[in-house]
């Protein structure tokens, strides 16, 4: 059983399009993220949502908007695609609660691959 | 602003060689540090964690890390690498909910 994954593994679509990238967690855990890896391999925070309730909203233009139908899912929509958006999109979760051990140790899903023509 | 900072950008090495990768952070209080691995096509595996306590940790496939504050490091490191540990690697620290990663250090393993 996948801990957290991610569909599809590759997206190819052309600029101007809305496309959706889903996850789903199975390991009961609190919190979910997003994250942005480009071309040199580096990932970054996009978003974070916690019981359904976004907590971390980077630096992203509002044509990303993530939804939580519930603590075990966090989509990612993208309207209006352009040729920048292309990159690998990874969704993660961890366990909620006070301590920092468990807040802090993300699982990852294997990606999505998104290629803007 | 919290950072982590990864020198080498690519490594390669011979197959039983030794290896450390090298991680700096920049943290005000103490950092909860990370190292994970990304194989070709894959997701982000997670090697090893230092959160507190003993400051040499031991972690999946044969890596240790070892943290030493007066270095402001976090370096990764294998007595002998394996064709199969080549794969990129991350090094991150933790704020509140949030990873702060590293650029990645690509790891090329010779014959």
């Known amino acids: 059983d996948t801990a957290v994954s991610q569909t599809p593994k590759y997206l190819v679509t052309q600029m101007g399009n809305d496309k959706s990238i889903k996850c789903e967690q199975n390991?009961?855990?609190?919190?979910m993220y997003w994250y942005k890896q480009d071309s040199k391999k580096f990932l970054k925070i996009m978003f974070s949502?916690?019981?359904?309730?976004?907590?971390i909203n980077e630096t992203v233009p509002n044509r990303f908007s993530p939804k939580s139908p519930d603590k075990a899912h966090l989509n990612l929509h993208i309207n209006s695609l352009e040729l920048g958006d292309s990159a690998v999109y990874f969704c993660?979760?961890?366990?909620?609660?006070?301590?920092?051990?468990?807040?802090?140790?993300?699982?990852f899903g294997a990606g999505t691959r998104l290629s803007v023509l | 602003a919290q950072s982590v900072t990864q020198p080498d950008i690519h490594i390669t090495v011979s197959e039983g060689a030794s290896l450390e990768l090298r991680c700096n952070y920049s943290y005000g209080a103490t950092p909860y540090l990370f190292w994970y691995v990304q194989s070709p096509g894959q997701g982000l595996q997670l090697l090893l964690k230092y959160f507190s306590g003993d400051t040499l940790v031991q972690g999946i496939k044969g890596f240790e890390a070892e943290f030493k504050r007066s270095q402001s490091s976090f370096n990764l490191r294998k007595p002998s690498v394996h064709w199969s540990d080549a794969a990129e690697y991350f090094c991150a620290g933790a704020g509140s909910y949030q990873l702060t990663f590293g650029k990645g250090t690509k790891l090329s393993v010779i014959p």
């Open positions: 949502y916690n019981n359904k309730e976004l907590i």
């Open positions: 390991l009961g855990h609190d919190t």
């Open positions: 993660a979760s961890s366990q909620g609660g006070s301590g920092w051990e468990a807040k802090n140790i993300q699982y």
